[in-house]
């Protein structure tokens, strides 16, 4: 699996990105350097894995880049180094979606083992993610009349109540009923609040 992962690693202290490289890359996983936020903001193209950010760096902090990957929906797992005294601000960090916090100086062990939990977490969060993806991609397929019967049929009300609602005919409420159906690839309408509280929860995360 690590093979098809990129481990991030955004530090501003050259030697440890690259101590840090040579140790994950050691064992087999691909490795990717950045001295700093702006640069992963740049650089960073949705790729699968994980990312090891320090929390103070010069310029955009590890928090600051925490809300971009937030207001962006970019879902790579977040594991958050710290120095000492920084625990306050790290508790911040988990709040923030970060899946894990680690202190420096840490055992090699202790961060290699965390990679290798997280990079598991990351397959499926990137999978799920992918998943939620395409729901929406479906959904913001649907023309504005289309969603506006789609969001009554949620609230269970039926043909007749929707086509009084919006002062349209039965026949027409079953026309818009019927391509929303199929455009989010759906055949009962408890299929499709599924499909809608996913894209929701997902907004919420």
């Known amino acids: 699996m690590s093979e098809e992962l990129t481990v991030f690693i955004v530090d501003d202290d050259k030697d440890f990105r690259e101590s840090l490289s040579w140790l994950l890359e050691g064992e ?10 702006e640069a992963f903001l740049e650089a960073y193209q949705g790729e699968p894995g994980c990312l090891l950010l320090d929390l103070r760096m010069t310029g955009m902090s590890g928090l600051a880049l925490q809300a971009q990957l937030l207001e962006r929906r970019w879902v790579i797992p977040v594991i958050m180094i710290t120095g000492h005294g920084d625990v306050d601000v790290a508790v911040q960090a988990m709040k923030n979606n970060a899946v894990d916090f680690i202190e420096k100086p840490f055992d090699d062990g202790a961060i290699l083992k965390l990679v290798e939990k997280t990079l598991l977490r990351s397959r499926d969060i990137f999978s799920k993610a992918q998943e939620v993806n395409g729901i929406r991609e479906r959904w913001d397929s649907l023309s ?6 789609a969001e009554l049929v949620l609230k269970g009300m039926a043909n007749r109540e929707i086509a009084e609602h919006l002062g349209i005919s039965i026949k027409t409420v079953e026309i818009h009923r019927s391509r929303v159906m199929k455009k989010m690839q759906v055949t009962r309408v408890t299929e499709l609040v599924k499909l809608v509280v996913a894209i929701e929860s997902d907004s919420l995360r």
Do not use: P, Q, Y
């Not at 087999?28 to 936020?37: F, I, K, N, P, V």
């Not at 504005?144 to 019967?149: I, L, N, T």
């Open 28 to 37: 087999g996983h691909h490795t990717r350097c950045l001295e700093s936020a």
């Open 144 to 149: 504005k009349r289309e969603v506006g019967v």
